[in-house]
């Protein structure tokens, strides 16, 4: 695991990196995409590069990682319009190319089966761009997912209601209970990850992510089994890692030639 601890703008700036490397290497390489607000920085850089640099997602594809479970089609918090809206339709992606879980199925087994299919028959995910949730949650593994879990649902813990009740106008009612999530064992199969985090509110979580002992308890733990993970922080969230100098010199020598 590689832990880069740096100000937010050149998190972006690597995360970005990562993905314009394997499109300009790849174009039509499988990128998994991350809803909440750290990647956000992320979509931003991709899209100036795809306005100023040319940047191609033409014949890319998308994998997104959870969705809320019984949100309608046109609501603005359902994850495939926020992704839509956040980075495909800046980056004159088809729609089609996008996939994510459907929560509106009716059979929600069936369509999470379905979704484990599709990501295989393409191929499987090269990036999986992540965040990290409070309560150590990747996607949407709340805390006792099965560290080898699969896309299925999942019942959202009241923290993570609290914490994403900011995009329901401050309504944890108006959250979801259910979700659709990529399972643990199903992002480990990703080519190479690349979690995000920043703020003191995740500083416990990232702790636990990169030095705590691996448990179903922190689902993002697992990520330390990874043999190609990227964990790129700012201060805040670096605050509890009993080896952050070293992380910072690991980072500071980096040979120029070492990409992320
Ligand atoms: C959500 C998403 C996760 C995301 C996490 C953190 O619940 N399902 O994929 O990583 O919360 O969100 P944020 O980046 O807004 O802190």
Redesign the pocket.
């Known amino acids: 695991m590689e832990v880069v601890i740096a100000p937010v703008a050149e998190l972006a700036v690597l995360a970005a990196d990562a993905v314009d490397a394997l499109l300009r290497r790849k174009p039509t390489a499988v990128l998994g995409l991350?809803?909440?607000?750290?990647?956000?920085r992320v979509y931003d850089e991709l899209a100036r590069r795809h306005d100023e640099e040319g940047l191609s997602f033409d014949r890319a594809r998308g994998f997104m990682?959870?969705e809320y479970v019984g949100l309608t089609v046109d609501h603005p918090q359902r994850?495939r319009n926020v992704i839509e809206r956040v980075i495909a339709s800046r980056v004159g992606w088809d729609p089609a190319a996008v996939r994510g879980p459907d929560g509106l199925a009716d059979d929600l087994p069936a369509a999470c089966a379905a979704y484990e299919q599709e990501i295989a028959a393409a191929g499987g995910v090269d990036v999986q761009l992540?965040?990290?949730?409070?309560d150590g949650?990747?996607?949407?593994n709340e805390p006792g997912s099965s560290l080898a879990s699969r896309t299925r649902i999942k019942t959202?813990t009241e923290q993570?209601r609290a914490?994403?009740a900011r995009f329901f106008d401050g309504d944890v009612d108006r959250v979801p209970r259910h979700?659709l999530?990529e399972g643990l064992g199903t992002i480990m199969e990703a080519r190479h990850l690349v979690l995000?985090?920043t703020?003191r509110?995740?500083a416990e979580a990232v702790h636990h992510l990169v030095e705590g002992p691996i448990s179903a308890l922190w689902p993002a733990t697992i990520i330390q089994m990874h043999p190609h993970a990227t964990v790129l922080v700012d201060d805040a969230a670096a605050c509890r890692l009993q080896l952050a100098d070293y992380y910072r010199q690991t980072y500071r020598n980096k040979p120029a030639w070492q990409s992320l």
Request: glycine share 16%; charged share 10%.
């Open positions: 991350a809803t909440g607000s750290s990647p956000l990682l959870d994850y992540l965040g990290i949730g409070t949650h990747i996607a949407f959202l993570t914490d994403n979700c999530t995000l985090a703020g509110g995740k």
